[in-house]
């Protein structure tokens, strides 16, 4: 339950009077999912939604499905088989590795599609006389991909469209992103997790946020201020989400705001260059003692070429005044596996040195986080062959090398994942078999296959 999306859409369908939603999660063990609120199976349900974020959550579909009495291949399912339906970030810039699992997959954000394919169900279930013909009925709804009627990314039934365009939600003030139900034992569980704003104006090369969730979108501030007094006795923390969480104008009043409410704040991880003192202090005042930035590269050639022009002397800028205001952790978010490595090594040898010094001095702790770029489709650098997974232990190796510190605190992520995750992310139908079957040996080779466009999908 730390996912928005879920909160949001698991809103929406439970207001309408017509449908109820339930949670269901995939249990430990080998017990069937059933649902949260009613104890159900899976397969007593009308539709089974799904969304996903995270390409290594694919084989907990396939487990989930496994478990149930639902087929996995969608052209197995009969007619009286739920309707199984996809969507989320990695089914929109990618839909193939689970086109034959999913008998609808949504290409963009559901807040207005999710109600229309339920109302399109109520009214064509009980008369269709057969999977295909159900199915059909979903083509024109905008952004809905029907992946048993394309091959190859082209339709094979007349009428289907070529292209199936991304939903964007444009009217952003209607439907806020916000935790609706409260779960004291998930991540963020104690938060009122707040959408303040969606997409990001600043196009980095690798972002899927920078470069798929546009148009940019900030929502306005008395919808903001209106939901969080809505919760007000529930929550006594507010987490203010989105990828540029600080170029929202009127971060500062809202922050000013909820520090007279008495409420505390955390924000998702901030742009270098949307901070100034005046900024760190509402922060510190609203209870935050860390905050995550993302350099990417300390390299500042590399940092630039990736289309993030932020200088080293501002990021060393923030560090100082961050300590000196009495923040205890900064949290670097870093790449490898990209550029000129050397001269990245050689830049982070530089910069260890100038905040080993800011470190004692002020008696704090910085924490690196490392992931090798993956690359996403739709992005510039979709098509950027990855060094080989030996290189890339090289560079985890000399970066922990050169950051071990007493006040340093270094995380990478596991290589192995990130190049699962990266062949899921550009791989095409073939790979479901090794998805069913985790043939983990050979997906993680197809991570270093060329890209192939996916050009069937208009972002
Ligand atoms: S500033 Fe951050 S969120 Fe925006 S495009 Fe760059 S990496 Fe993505």
Known sequence: MSSLALHLL????????YFSCHRIFLPQGDLPPVSIESLKNIDEYDVLGVSLSYELDYFNVIEILKRSSIPILAKERELSCPLVVGGGICLTYNPEPLADVFDLILIGEGEDAIIEILNRYIEVKDSVKSREELLLS????????????????????????????????????????????????????????????????????FCVAGNIYLPCRIKSIEVVKRLISCYRDIYSKVGLMGP???????????????????????????????????????????????????????????????????SNEKLLDVLETSFKLGFKNIKFYM????????????????????????????????SFNFQ????????????????????????KRQVIDILRGERIKVTIASIRESLLEMALSKGGRSLLPLIIDRDLKTLLRSAFTPFRPIEFIEI
């Open 10 to 17: 698991y809103r929406l369908i439970n207001e309408n009077p």
């Open 138 to 205: 979903f083509a024109n709804i905008e952004g809905i991909y029907i992946p048993r009627f394309y091959s190859d990314g082209k339709p094979i039934v007349e009428g289907l469209p070529r292209k199936i365009k991304r939903r964007v939600f444009k009217d952003f003030d209607r439907e806020t992103a916000y935790s609706c139900v409260r779960s004291v034992d998930t991540v963020f569980g104690d938060m009122f997790l707040i959408e303040i704003e969606r997409g990001c104006p600043m196009g980095c090369k």
């Open 244 to 310: 540029l969480v600080g170029g929202v104008p009127y971060i500062k009043d809202l922050l000013r705001w909820l520090i007279e409410e008495g409420m505390k704040v955390s924000v998702a991880s901030l742009r270098i260059s949307t901070l100034d003192e005046e900024f760190l202090e509402l922060l510190r005042l609203a209870g935050e003692t860390s905050i995550t930035l993302a350099p990417e590269f300390i390299n500042e050639d590399i940092r630039f070429s990736i289309g993030k022009r932020e």
């Open 335 to 366: 790449i490898f596996g990209y550029g000129d490595y050397d001269l990245e090594i050689s830049s982070l040898k530089n910069f260890k040195e100038k905040i080993d010094k800011l470190l004692k001095y002020y008696k704090t702790n910085v």
């Open 372 to 395: 090798p770029l993956i690359p996403k489709p739709f992005t510039p650098l979709a098509s950027y062959n990855s060094i080989t997974r030996k290189e890339l232990e090289e560079q």
